[in-house]
């Protein structure tokens, strides 16, 4: 959009959907940064308030790219040949601040002080079948305690599983740092675990795109995933691995506030941004060991049918994998 | 062409009428009087309302056994019917249905009748109406959803804030029509029951709710469906039964086969609730025409 | 316009309302009908205006309209038929505009109407803001603006004050001198009958049948004075009426005991 | 002309009226006819509607202040309000009103012309009544947040999906309050329009719209709120801009200050709205006592 | 009960209705209103019975009301105001339920009026399936079952045949002479005035103030006979509202030209 004059062939026109969350700053940084046009892609964003219309959006055709965990929908919108994952995005990795478990004081002070005590209580999702869903499993199968002893409460909206975990009408969640972190400050919800020690190298979020695109413009998704890579590589630098000097971070954190919590003051934006950093794939190399791991985990709860393979929800064939 | 210019036709006319007097001689120009009145008054046309859905419903199928509906659009009837299959063989359909009816009902009826009170309140006392119908005004759009993280709070993620949803979806539009009903009564009729000594409350229950009766039955129709249409938004907290949580769990699984399954429910809630209102409306109004 | 009733007979649920009414009116002919209360009067005013359709039997017109008239067959209905959101002058323009008027002969229409029923000043008053008798000059407005050819009145009078009705009276005479129009009159007023009738049809109590049909051979100008003639046939039909209604009466004292 | 000549007659008549009789001497006992009349005909208060804001708005400004209210379950209105001014300081209040009214102003004007069409053609039509009273039965209850994945493959991501959104919210309710207010028109005054041979149109638009128009207003308020509300659903779908997107763009970070502000922009709305459609009744209905 | 009317004036927007009305009913009498169409009748009923207030003036009520009497002022209204929601019985019945009768003394007194105005038939009718003159009457039967001390009545028999007026009148008087209630008898029939009026009170036209108030001493009891002195105040009654309605002719012409 930003080409004054248009190159000797005219850009692709790439529509890439986000939500306005700091886990898509690598996608912000390839465009501000003009990786996007380098590869000769004239990008457009569209935004979404939730990852699921985004995902229709992709197999209507009318976004190309998008970013978002693996949940349910996904994989049967896959599974009906709409959609492909092409990439990895961001990823749990030891070391570096990820999703934390959370517990309500109430349960806290009633002995939930780490996830071992989690049989019989409550644990809020947003929705069967999403990241939520299957992070409590994972948890709940390390700790050897029956998927069934700990009830889900599926409520819909972030902003509503923290309002039910603030005043202990539930008694535990899992959420990523930044609003982890924001919330536990608080006194009514202490942190009793990370996520990284039940699920080693999960992988979160995905880039995707449309089966169309794999096969007709394959090419395309290629370019993206390049631009795309350069961006999440000045992101990690800047805010995750922090190899770069503070100034530079600043203007890290700067850029992506002109899309993330746009509406606040910087001031008061930026603590959120910088405690929202987890690292996006280097090269946007996917981890299919977690894929298909939470392929399985769907599949063995009955969200997808069990016909779904990792070939119908995965082209590989854009990134390393591993 | 005032009346009175027209003497020349009148004149041109001269005697009165002469043979033609005689209708039995003129019989062949005679001829039935244009029946002129009739029509305005719908009547009850059978299988018509069957027959429209079964069409939709054949040319949907056909559309998509043929392809014209693509798949991704919209699943063919017959697939949700098979998803809907399932869901009566699993028995997980009544368990579904009891849950969210419990809710309907209790929460319908709340905000009915305090949807009614209030109403006829506002349509009755000027200090009600100058103070509540803002208020109504107001609150009314305030979208249930986006409150649903304070709803938790305030209301809890059990029953209670399933039916304050439906309850707060059908009290207001309840509102509106009630005092707007209140509003069209024929004052002259009151004023008749005021010279009678009929006391204020006689004259509110046999005068100014009968009156504005219709009224209210239009906004039963609409509050029904805004509380079938919450069911949804209800069962988005905490929910773990209900038509609602069926079909969020089917829109965020995109299961759309199951996804229309579960809309088809509400739908059939709603002809329910559509077809006893029309038969109490053709019970309580049967004093129209 | 000449209209022939050919064994009209009607029922409204268990109660037969009219039973086997042959009449003809002839063309500028003034047909007066009095009957008891419920007797089917005004029903027989609807099937003759083509609002409702008999039972059986039939109701016949012949003869063109007359070129000047926009709605040959017209009512003034016994309970007005207001517009309650129309002002006067758009309850009666209202039956003028789909007649391809222009807006100032509307006017002139509308004017010449409603200063013949004293309506002047209430041009711009809304119904509920009229007494009965003026609601009542509205309708007759509103019916004498569209020249009908066959005035149906259903009791048009009956709300007025005798002068003001006097007035109306000798004005539908002129009217009629002009246009000779065609008109069944319904009334309860025997006067009337004999003042504007050339034919006073009586009916039964219901099921209402033709008792008799009296006709009054004095041309219309002539009966301004008093006239023992019209004198004798109004008593003539008052002890007729006073029959039937003792015979109701005893019907009805018999039902109730 | 006194009274006394009526006790004279009185007793004439053999009835001892006595001294009673003479109003003149025992102007002690005389009262006033006692008013019946009168009520039922609320007038416009003013300032009540402000008060009662104010009220509400001071009182929860002091709980909040004071703890009663605790900060998680309602932030104060200063909060809000802050939230508010920055919103307007950052320009962004423009940029998602804008996107707002004009979807909703496209959206409702649509849904309300096609439903009071919709609506006549059921209360005129049999055949109408019988084919589409029951498809609207079915089709409102459909919750159009459940339909949203559906609605994004039918009309895009762009304007089209939202604006369809609210056209489909405010349609429905039109529907059904307007064939409720053409049932409700005296049939009589039909018969007097057909008697002066008025063509079937000019009866639907002098005397069965005029007749409807107060349900309809009433329809008109019901539907502008849920137009209200359903911004929130339209803009889940790829809005960037919209008061609805920025709701739930701070209801999903559990930002109460900013969903407030956002809430009370709706209200505002709601209350614009709701005083418009006042106006118009009161313009429209003047005919009324 | 005796009522007194001192001084009372009325204006609607622009009109002025009724100016300076002075008048005393007094107890067990009838007063009959006669006055052109428009002069404030209905209005000056609606003062009385304490619907409206007047602008100016006062209405007041001496005495006590009768015992037996449910509802001491009791209207019969020009418009009939019956609920279309409810039948004929219900119609009446509604008057009744506020006053802790059983339902066994209401039936009898529903079945009473109702016979008495020849309604016993239409019992379950509901109004709209009523003639005009019927409505007339369960008007009036409504207001005679709650026995009332004082009656307002706006042209209660307008809508009715000459015979079943003639009946309902006769019932009237009978029920004045057992029960000696009050009344205020709004009418345009002259006839009907001079058979039950004690005093004839003449309104001007509009604005109405009072022309005249005629008495007449004759007992009702004794009015039912041809009578030359009762036929002379009728035409004296004639001449005046004529030379009114004159009036109101004259200058309604000169308005218009
Ligand atoms: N609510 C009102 N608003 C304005 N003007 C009114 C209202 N009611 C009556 N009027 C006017 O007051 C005058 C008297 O009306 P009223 O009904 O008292 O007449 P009336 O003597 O009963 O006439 P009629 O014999 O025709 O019934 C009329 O000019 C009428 O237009
Ligand atoms: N729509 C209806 N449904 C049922 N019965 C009706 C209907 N209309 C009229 N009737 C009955 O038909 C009979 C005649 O009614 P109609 O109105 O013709 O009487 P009428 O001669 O005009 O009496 P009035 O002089 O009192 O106006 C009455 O008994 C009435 O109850
Ligand atoms: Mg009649
Ligand atoms: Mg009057």
Same mark, same amino acid.
């Given at each position: 959009?930003?080409?004054?004059?248009?190159?000797?062939?005219?850009?692709?026109?790439?529509?890439?959907?986000?939500?306005?969350?700091?886990?898509?700053?690598?996608?912000?940084?390839?465009?501000?940064?003009?990786?996007?046009?380098?590869?000769?892609?004239?990008?457009?964003?569209?935004?979404?308030?939730?990852?699921?219309?985004?995902?229709?959006?992709?197999?209507?055709?009318?976004?190309?790219?998008?970013?978002?965990?693996?949940?349910?929908?996904?994989?049967?919108?896959? =599974?009906?040949?709409?959609?492909?994952?092409?990439?990895?995005?961001?990823?749990?990795?030891?070391?570096?601040?990820?999703?934390?478990?959370?517990?309500?004081?109430?349960?806290?002070?009633?002995?939930?002080?780490?996830?071992?005590?989690?049989?019989?209580?409550?644990?809020?999702?947003?929705?069967?079948?999403?990241?939520?869903?299957?992070?409590?499993?994972?948890?709940?199968?390390?700790?050897?305690?029956?998927?069934?002893?700990?009830?889900?409460?599926?409520?819909?909206?972030?902003?509503?599983?923290?309002?039910?975990?603030?005043?202990?009408?539930?008694?535990?969640?899992?959420?990523?740092?930044?609003?982890?972190?924001?919330?536990?400050?608080?006194?009514?919800?202490?942190?009793?675990?990370?996520?990284?020690?039940?699920?080693?190298?999960?992988?979160?979020?995905?880039?995707?795109?449309?089966?169309?695109?794999?096969?007709?413009?394959?090419?395309?998704?290629?370019?993206?995933?390049?631009?795309?890579?350069?961006?999440?590589?000045?992101?990690?630098?800047?805010?995750?691995?922090?190899?770069?000097?503070?100034?530079?971070? =600043?203007?890290?954190?700067?850029?992506?506030?002109?899309?993330?919590?746009?509406?606040?003051?910087?001031?008061?934006?930026?603590?959120?941004?910088?405690?929202?950093?987890?690292?996006?794939?280097?090269?946007?190399?996917?981890?299919?060991?977690?894929?298909?791991?939470?392929?399985?985990?769907?599949?063995?709860?009955?969200?997808?049918?069990?016909?779904?393979?990792?070939?119908?929800?995965?082209?590989?064939?854009?990134? =390393?994998?591993? | 062409?005032?009346?009175?210019?027209?003497?020349?036709?009148?004149?041109?006319?001269?005697?009165?009428?002469?043979?033609?007097?005689?209708?039995?001689?003129?019989? #062949?120009?005679?001829?039935?009087?244009?029946?002129?009145?009739?029509?305005?008054?719908?009547?009850?046309?059978?299988?018509?309302?069957?027959?429209?859905?079964?069409? !939709?419903?054949?040319?949907?199928?056909?559309?998509?056994?043929?392809?014209?509906?693509?798949?991704?659009?919209?699943?063919?009837?017959?697939?949700?019917?098979?998803?809907?299959?399932?869901?009566?063989? #699993?028995?997980?359909?009544?368990?579904?249905?009891?849950?969210?009816?419990?809710?309907? !009902?209790?929460?319908? #009826?709340?905000?009915?009748?305090?949807?009614?009170?209030?109403?006829?309140?506002?349509?009755?006392?000027?200090?009600?109406?100058?103070?509540?119908?803002?208020?109504?005004?107001?609150?009314?759009?305030?979208?249930?959803?986006?409150?649903?993280?304070?709803?938790?709070?305030?209301?809890? !993620?059990?029953?209670?804030?399933?039916?304050?949803?439906?309850?707060?979806?059908?009290?207001?539009?309840?509102? !509106?029509? #009630?005092?707007?009903?209140?509003?069209?009564?024929?004052?002259?009729?009151?004023?008749?029951?005021?010279?009678?000594?009929?006391?204020?409350?006689?004259?509110?229950?046999?005068?100014?709710?009968?009156?504005?009766?219709?009224?209210?039955?239009?906004?039963?129709?609409?509050?029904?469906?805004?509380?079938?249409?919450?069911?949804?938004?209800?069962?988005?907290?905490?929910?773990?039964?209900?038509?609602?949580?069926?079909?969020?769990?089917?829109?965020?699984?995109?299961?759309?086969?199951?996804?229309?399954?579960?809309?088809?429910?509400?739908?059939?809630?709603?002809?329910?609730?559509?077809?006893?209102?029309?038969?109490?409306?053709?019970?309580?109004?049967?004093?129209?025409? | 316009?000449?209209?022939?009733?050919?064994?009209?007979?009607?029922?409204?649920?268990?109660?037969?309302?009219?039973?086997?009414?042959?009449?003809?009116?002839?063309?500028?002919?003034?047909?007066?009908?009095?009957?008891?209360?419920?007797?089917?009067?005004?029903?027989?005013?609807?099937?003759?205006?083509?609002?409702?359709?008999?039972?059986?039997?039939?109701?016949?017109?012949?003869?063109?309209?007359?070129?000047?008239?926009?709605?040959?067959?017209?009512?003034?209905?016994?309970?007005?038929?207001?517009?309650?959101?129309?002002?006067?002058?758009?309850?009666?323009?209202?039956?003028?505009?789909?007649?391809?008027?222009?807006?100032?002969?509307?006017?002139?229409?509308?004017?010449?109407?409603?200063?013949?029923?004293?309506?002047?000043?209430?041009?711009?008053?809304?119904?509920?803001?009229?007494?009965?008798?003026?609601?009542?000059?509205?309708?007759?407005?509103?019916?004498?603006?569209?020249?009908?050819?066959?005035?149906?009145?259903?009791?048009?009078?009956?709300?007025?004050?005798?002068?003001?009705?006097?007035?109306?009276?000798?004005?539908?005479?002129?009217?009629?001198?002009?246009?000779?129009?065609?008109?069944?009159?319904?009334?309860?007023?025997?006067?009337?009958?004999?003042?504007?009738?050339?034919?006073?049809?009586?009916?039964?109590?219901?099921?209402?049948?033709?008792?008799?049909?009296?006709?009054?051979?004095?041309?219309?100008?002539?009966?301004?004075?008093?006239?023992?003639?019209?004198?004798?046939?109004?008593?003539?039909?008052?002890?007729?009426?006073?029959?039937?209604?003792?015979?109701?009466?005893?019907?009805?004292?018999?039902?109730?005991?």
């Amino acid at each position: 959009a930003l080409a004054p004059v248009a190159p000797a062939a005219a850009a692709d026109k790439v529509n890439v959907g986000a939500l306005r969350f700091t886990s898509h700053a690598a996608s912000f940084v390839a465009f501000e940064r003009g990786y996007f046009a380098d590869e000769g892609l004239d990008v457009e964003f569209t935004f979404f308030q939730a990852a699921q219309p985004m995902a229709v959006a992709i197999a209507s055709g009318d976004v190309d790219f998008g970013i978002t965990a693996i949940s349910g929908g996904l994989i049967n919108l896959a =599974e009906k040949g709409a959609i492909k994952v092409v990439g990895g995005a961001l990823q749990e990795e030891p070391g570096i601040d990820g999703q934390m478990i959370l517990a309500s004081k109430a349960a806290y002070d009633a002995g939930l002080t780490s996830p071992a005590a989690l049989a019989g209580k409550s644990f809020g999702i947003t929705q069967t079948g999403s990241s939520f869903h299957y992070m409590v499993h994972k948890i709940a199968d390390k700790e050897g305690i029956p998927r069934s002893e700990i009830t889900l409460r599926p409520l819909q909206k972030v902003g509503a599983v923290i309002g039910a975990l603030k005043t202990g009408q539930i008694d535990a969640w899992t959420i990523v740092p930044h609003i982890a972190k924001a919330i536990a400050a608080g006194p009514e919800i202490e942190p009793i675990g990370m996520i990284a020690d039940y699920i080693p190298d999960y992988q979160v979020t995905t880039v995707f795109t449309s089966t169309a695109n794999t096969t007709e413009r394959p090419d395309l998704v290629k370019r993206f995933l390049t631009a795309f890579a350069k961006g999440a590589a000045d992101f990690n630098a800047a805010l995750v691995d922090k190899t770069v000097s503070e100034q530079e971070a =600043e203007d890290m954190v700067r850029l992506i506030h002109k899309y993330v919590y746009a509406d606040r003051p910087f001031d008061k934006a930026a603590p959120s941004i910088r405690n929202g950093a987890m690292r996006i794939n280097e090269g946007a190399r996917l981890n299919l060991a977690s894929v298909s791991d939470q392929l399985e985990w769907f599949k063995s709860e009955n969200l997808v049918p069990s016909s779904v393979t990792l070939e119908m929800l995965v082209d590989s064939s854009f990134v =390393e994998t591993d | 062409m005032t009346l009175s210019d027209t003497s020349a036709k009148a004149s041109a006319r001269g005697e009165p009428a002469g043979a033609d007097a005689s209708p039995e001689a003129a019989d #062949t120009r005679l001829q039935p009087v244009p029946f002129r009145g009739g029509g305005f008054r719908p009547v009850r046309v059978r299988f018509v309302g069957p027959l429209v859905f079964a069409a !939709i419903l054949v040319l949907w199928e056909a559309g998509s056994q043929s392809g014209v509906i693509s798949n991704l659009v919209l699943p063919a009837p017959s697939e949700a019917f098979e998803a809907f299959r399932q869901l009566v063989e #699993t028995g997980q359909l009544w368990r579904h249905l009891g849950a969210s009816l419990q809710r309907l !009902i209790v929460g319908w #009826t709340l905000g009915m009748s305090l949807g009614v009170a209030v109403g006829l309140m506002i349509g009755l006392f000027s200090l009600a109406r100058a103070g509540l119908m803002p208020l109504v005004s107001a609150l009314f759009p305030i979208p249930k959803i986006a409150l649903l993280p304070l709803f938790v709070i305030w209301f809890g !993620i059990g029953e209670g804030s399933k039916v304050a949803t439906i309850l707060f979806g059908s009290f207001f539009p309840t509102v !509106i029509a #009630t005092s707007g009903g209140v509003d069209n009564v024929d004052r002259s009729l009151v004023r008749m029951g005021q010279s009678f000594g009929l006391s204020w409350w006689s004259i509110v229950r046999k005068i100014i709710l009968p009156g504005a009766m219709p009224a209210i039955l239009s906004g039963a129709r609409i509050s029904a469906s805004i509380a079938i249409i919450l069911l949804v938004a209800a069962e988005m907290i905490g929910a773990e039964y209900g038509v609602g949580a069926f079909i969020l769990m089917a829109g965020s699984l995109f299961a759309t086969d199951q996804l229309l399954a579960g809309v088809a429910i509400l739908s059939a809630m709603g002809l329910i609730v559509g077809w006893l209102i029309g038969r109490a409306e053709r019970w309580l109004l049967r004093w129209r025409s | 316009m000449d209209l022939l009733l050919r064994g009209v007979s009607h029922t409204y649920g268990d109660t037969q309302v009219l039973r086997d009414i042959d009449l003809a009116v002839g063309e500028g002919e003034i047909v007066c009908i009095i009957g008891p209360s419920g007797c089917g009067k005004s029903t027989l005013l609807r099937f003759i205006g083509g609002l409702e359709r008999p039972d059986a039997g039939e109701v016949l017109l012949a003869g063109a309209p007359p070129a000047g008239s926009l709605n040959p067959l017209t009512y003034v209905f016994q309970d007005f038929a207001l517009l309650p959101w129309r002002t006067v002058e758009g309850n009666v323009s209202l039956v003028l505009e789909d007649h391809g008027l222009s807006a100032a002969e509307r006017r002139e229409v509308i004017d010449d109407v409603l200063a013949r029923t004293g309506l002047s000043d209430f041009k711009a008053a809304l119904p509920r803001q009229l007494s009965g008798g003026m609601k009542q000059r509205v309708a007759i407005a509103r019916a004498l603006s569209v020249r009908p050819a066959v005035m149906l009145m259903d009791e048009p009078l009956s709300a007025l004050d005798s002068q003001t009705r006097e007035l109306l009276m000798d004005d539908l005479v002129g009217l009629w001198q002009r246009e000779r129009f065609t008109a069944c009159y319904v009334t309860h007023n025997l006067a009337e009958a004999v003042r504007l009738g050339h034919k006073i049809v009586v009916l039964s109590r219901r099921p209402g049948r033709i008792r008799e049909i009296v006709e009054i051979d004095r041309d219309l100008a002539d009966r301004q004075q008093a006239d023992a003639k019209l004198d004798a046939i109004q008593r003539d039909l008052w002890q007729l009426l006073r029959d039937e209604a003792r015979a109701a009466d005893r019907e009805l004292a018999d039902d109730t005991v």
